[in-house]
């Protein structure tokens, strides 16, 4: 078990529809990663919050948004789904908010079908 | 573009070390190499981290030649549950949007 939790386990909606997901970093870890893990394209890193600031963008869609609250937990919020943004979402938190040395801990993931 | 490349499987015998080598031609100075395991529907797991030359921790080695090039991580005397994917990642300590994880190798090790 890594600490960090992400809600729901399995998300199932339909093209056009809008969803939100949660992740709750390791207690002490400041920053938050959100991945998306699909078959064709691998992990990619969509953004990273580091104490309520966006600190790092990756390939994130113009569709997709993500924030960090006081609380330090997450959200990602995709819409307009896509029968492509099929994939299993994944959260990572770390302590820093460089790259590089710190370790990233990755929660268990919420897989998400869009029918 | 920065871009990493791995075997896409690989097979072992239970007891036998394991090397997974990942390669990343255009690796920055500033750039880090990590290696993650994950199990099917888990989220990926650390196993090491280095810069250059030699890292060994309780589960593997990673080694790191001169020019970067390149890194290989070593499972010593694997087991059935070493049965995963392994993934490098390239992440910079100074540009925050460089995060980049390999396409993963599938490891099988046969009993």
């Known amino acids: 078990d890594s600490g960090v939790t992400q809600t729901p386990k399995h998300l199932i909606t339909a093209t056009g529809q809008r969803v939100t997901l949660r992740c709750s970093p390791r207690?002490?870890?400041?920053?938050v990663y959100w991945y998306q893990q699909s078959l064709d394209q691998g992990l990619q890193f969509l953004i990273q919050?580091?104490?309520?600031?966006?600190?790092a963008k990756g390939n994130i869609l113009e569709r997709f948004s993500a924030q960090q609250f006081p609380d330090l937990h997450s959200e990602l919020n995709l819409s307009s789904l896509e029968l492509g943004d099929s994939a299993l979402y994944f959260c990572?938190?770390?302590?820093?908010?460089?790259?590089?040395?710190?370790?990233?801990?990755f929660g268990p993931g919420t897989r998400l079908t869009v029918l | 573009l920065a871009k990493t490349t791995q075997p896409i499987s690989m097979d072992s015998y239970e007891g036998q070390e394991v090397n997974i080598t990942c390669s990343h031609n255009n690796i920055a100075t500033n750039d880090y190499i990590t290696w993650y395991q994950q199990f099917p529907s888990q989220g990926p797991r650390f196993i090491i981290q280095?810069?250059?030359t030699k890292v060994t921790n309780e589960v593997a080695s990673l080694f790191i030649p001169a020019d970067r090039k390149s890194s290989t991580l070593s499972l010593p005397r694997v087991s059935l549950s070493d049965t995963a994917v392994y993934y490098c990642?390239?992440?910079?300590?100074?540009?925050?949007?460089?995060?980049?994880f390999g396409p993963g190798t599938s490891l099988s090790v046969i009993p």
């Open positions: 207690s002490g870890d400041l920053s």
């Open positions: 990642l390239l992440q910079s300590e100074t540009s925050y949007d460089k995060v980049i």
């Open positions: 990572a938190s770390s302590v820093e908010w460089r790259g590089g040395r710190n370790t990233q801990y």
């Open positions: 919050y580091y104490n309520g600031e966006e600190r």
């Open positions: 280095g810069y250059k």
